[in-house]
């Protein structure tokens, strides 16, 4: 799995056509076009070796899909007068929202740290600062002795978030070999969603029991240290290794036989004798797009980066203000609405909705690559604009069939996991020129959080302020807003390598 490799090959064959021809032999005869005299090369891999370099960034996700699932229990557990262990329990709407959406605020300076810090620490070590965030914030979290410090736990846990979020897809997609790259980084969301089903039984197990959010917060820390020990003993990405390298920030002989030893360990002996080789045609490409120029702010709001922001950007705005927090962050609540009085009826009900996000995450991954981006993320947004109707109908016009609302909340989250839960990141680890791919998943990342975290907050003042009928009616009108985007903006990428979505789509 070497960052450097995943594209690597690609990113050759399209370089030398574009060379002699001014385009990529995709654009010539079609998308599926290989690249070189009719051939394209494919890289030596081990399973095996494959899976710990994937696994443990992975991790990362699954921390941040548990403390979504956690968290939906925790709000349930801290305001009860019987279970809650503190004083405070008393909490406000806004209280709540800074409890559930506090992880997200520290998310979005962790997105922000890593427009600076990313291409100076590389995707391993700020996986490890990663770690120590989470490591950090839920012992803080566990441990508050009042509401303020509780939030600031959350918080930074959130900055942990950010940073996992960012480096993990790159790191994944650039330690992976092309013909698993895609497939690893839509595994990714089944990570995000095998955290949340986690949270969801802990918090199920622990929503009665007295101080139990405590439990559910203080279960995120083994995973972390897992993760962070992992981190720290794999290797740096090869590519980031070269980039550096080439931009004059190390020896180049010494950083290149590193490069080598961490490709080597990353894919296992299947690479031993073609390791030197491969490194050597990296080198050659990052000089041939004069990769030794670094990426300017000004530049991120410019031409092909502007148009891979657009539709990057766009897509994970869409995925979080149709609704999305709300539905996680408040499931166990909605069901409770829905007529699942008793807490932990409430918390099981949301397990069932976790189970069904794991199966349809498996289904889009499964198909992702025969069926395309668009024709899913066109089908599972018009499920999901149905759902939200239906969710705005109950609360308005049939809250005495509350069994509208349990199939509004599945098919919202059936839809979600074959359309922008796995495409959305899978995209924008796809869209950006690879030069400006750091920064520009970074901006993503900000838009994605910050999104995140004002639907979440919100979403309680707003349920208070104009009833939560009214409030999913918005949520689907946006969704449909979602459609029209996805329709005339976002370009099919299905079939196409890194360098001909560079240079044929954007």
């Keep these: 799995m070497a960052s450097t490799t995943t594209s690597d090959p690609e990113h050759h064959h399209t370089f030398s056509s574009i060379g002699k021809a001014g385009k990529s032999s995709g654009e010539i005869e079609g998308m599926d076009v290989p690249l070189i005299n009719g051939r394209r090369q494919s890289e030596n891999y081990s399973v095996v070796a494959a899976i710990l370099p994937f696994l443990f960034p992975a991790f990362g996700g699954l921390l941040y899909g548990y403390d979504i699932g956690a968290t939906s229990s925790a709000t349930i557990n801290i305001k009860s007068l019987t279970s809650s262990g503190v004083s405070w329990y008393d909490l406000s709407s806004v209280q709540v929202g800074l409890i559930t959406s506090g992880s997200l605020y520290g998310a979005l300076i962790g997105s922000i740290l890593a427009f600076n810090i990313a291409d100076f620490l590389g995707r391993r070590r700020e996986l490890m600062v990663s770690a120590a965030s989470y490591i950090i914030g839920a012992l803080v979290t566990t441990l508050a002795p009042g509401f303020a410090i509780m939030v600031i736990g959350r918080f930074i846990y959130g900055v942990g978030i950010g940073l996992a979020m960012h480096a993990a897809p790159m790191y994944i997609a650039e330690t992976a070999a092309c013909q698993i790259r895609g497939r690893l980084i839509s595994l990714k969301e089944f990570f995000i969603v095998l955290g949340m089903v986690l949270g969801y039984v802990v918090g199920s197990l622990l929503v009665d029991v007295n101080a139990g959010w405590r439990y559910m917060y203080a279960t995120a820390v083994p995973f972390a240290v897992v993760m962070g020990i992992g981190m720290w003993w794999l290797p740096a990405s090869p590519r980031w290794i070269l980039l550096r390298a080439i931009q004059g920030k190390g020896d180049m002989q010494d950083l290149r036989e590193y490069a080598i030893y961490c490709l080597r360990r990353l894919r296992g002996e299947a690479i031993n004798n073609s390791a030197s080789q491969e490194v050597q045609e990296i080198l050659v490409e990052l000089s041939y797009i004069s990769e030794e120029n670094e990426a300017t702010l000004g530049e991120m709001f410019q031409g092909k980066c502007l ?56 289904v889009a991954v499964m198909v992702v690559d025969k069926l395309g981006r668009r024709p899913l993320l066109l089908g599972g947004v018009s499920g999901i604009v149905v759902a ?57 990342v900000l838009i994605n959080f910050g999104a995140n975290a004002l639907v979440a907050f919100a979403f309680s003042p707003l349920q208070d302020l104009l009833g939560a009928g009214a409030v999913f009616f918005i949520f689907g009108g946006i969704a449909v807003l979602a459609l029209v985007f996805i329709f005339f903006i976002v370009p099919e990428t299905k079939g196409l390598t890194l360098e001909e979505i560079e240079a044929k789509l954007l």
């Design 307 to 362: 148009k891979a922001l657009t539709v990057g950007g766009g897509l994970v705005l869409f995925q979080q203000i149709t609704g999305q927090p709300s539905v996680l962050y408040y499931a166990a609540s909605i069901f409770q609405t829905a007529g699942f009085s008793a807490a932990s009826d409430a918390t099981r009900a949301s397990i069932l909705l976790g189970l069904l996000k794991l199966v349809m995450t498996g």
């Design 388 to 444: 939200l109707f239906l969710m705005g109908s109950f609360y308005t016009y049939l809250g005495n069939v509350p069994a509208v609302a349990v199939v509004a909340l599945l098919l919202y989250v059936g839809c979600y996991q074959i359309s922008f839960g796995p495409i959305g990141w899978l995209m924008i680890s796809e869209i950006f020129p690879l030069r400006l791919r750091g920064r520009g998943l970074s901006i993503a």
